[in-house]
T-cell receptor, first 116, second 112 residues
Framework: GAVVSQHPSWVICKSGTSVKIECRSL??????MFWYRQFPKQSLMLMAT?????????EQGVEKDKFLINHASLTLSTLTVTSAHPEDSSFYIC????????????FGPGTRLTVT | AQSVTQLGSHVSVSEGALVLLRCNYS??????LFWYVQYPNQGLQLLLK??????LVKGINGFEAEFKKSETSFHLTKPSAHMSDAAEYFC??????????FGKGTRLHILP
């Protein structure tokens, strides 16, 4: 089956620094990837849609200058949290859209970000 | 716009008993519907999906769900609960425009 990986699986950074999270589709090409944020014991909140070769589309209320998304290839999308603050601590999950018209998304294992 | 309502943030069933997790959806167009399972500190795994074919959808791990348009429901069931079924379950809807909207989730507890 289709596999999506994320790196790192967890990261701790100091307030004010930036951290990059990678999302890779390992055995298929994904022109569209999604980034979600999940607070403890809550649902997934869609942050943005990442399209290969074009600018990401951000959901209402998500700061595009704070959460930089780059989808430079058909197998890689990155999310950079800039000038991180403790309130950015969360579980970030990416997904990649299957390109077979099924609208099925394959999810990565998530990245736990803790900002101290 | 699409939305999903999951009834019950926590559901407890005894091992071997029927599992029923409720999901109602709202969609202005024929929906695609999904159930995902999430184990602690992990990503999501697709259990099953409805894409306008058969209304009774069978998924992995013995789960199934029935699409009922008249009730705008897509409840998830499993005849006999197993301890390994304890997890968070998310119902989700898509209008086919790629975005998936998730419900708030239901945590399933299995009692020995």
């Amino acid at each position: 089956g289709a596999v999506v990986s994320q790196h790192p699986s967890w990261v701790i950074c100091k307030s004010g620094t930036s951290v990059k999270i990678e999302c890779r589709s390992l055995d298929f090409q994904a022109t569209t990837m999604f980034w979600y944020r999940q607070f403890p014991k809550q649902s997934l909140m869609l942050m943005a849609t990442s399209n290969e070769g074009s600018k990401a589309t951000y959901e209402q209320g998500v700061e595009k200058d704070k959460f930089l998304i780059n989808h430079a290839s058909l197998t890689l999308s990155t999310l950079t949290v800039t000038s991180a603050h403790p309130e950015d601590s969360s579980f970030y999950i990416c997904s990649a859209l299957a390109g077979d018209g099924s609208y099925e998304q394959y999810f990565g294992p998530g990245t736990r970000l803790t900002v101290t | 716009a699409q939305s999903v309502t999951q009834l019950g943030s926590h559901v407890s069933v005894s091992e071997g008993a029927l599992v029923l997790l409720r999901c109602n959806y709202s969609s202005s167009v024929p929906p695609y519907l999904f159930w995902y399972v999430q184990y602690p500190n992990q990503g999501l795994q697709l259990l099953l999906k409805y894409t306008s074919a058969a209304t009774l959808v069978k998924g992995i791990n013995g789960f199934e769900a029935e699409f009922k348009k008249s009730e705008t429901s897509f409840h998830l069931t499993k005849p006999s609960a197993h301890m390994s079924d304890a997890a968070e379950y998310f119902c989700a809807v898509s209008a086919g425009d790629d975005k998936i909207i998730f419900g708030k989730g239901t945590r399933l507890h299995i009692l020995p």
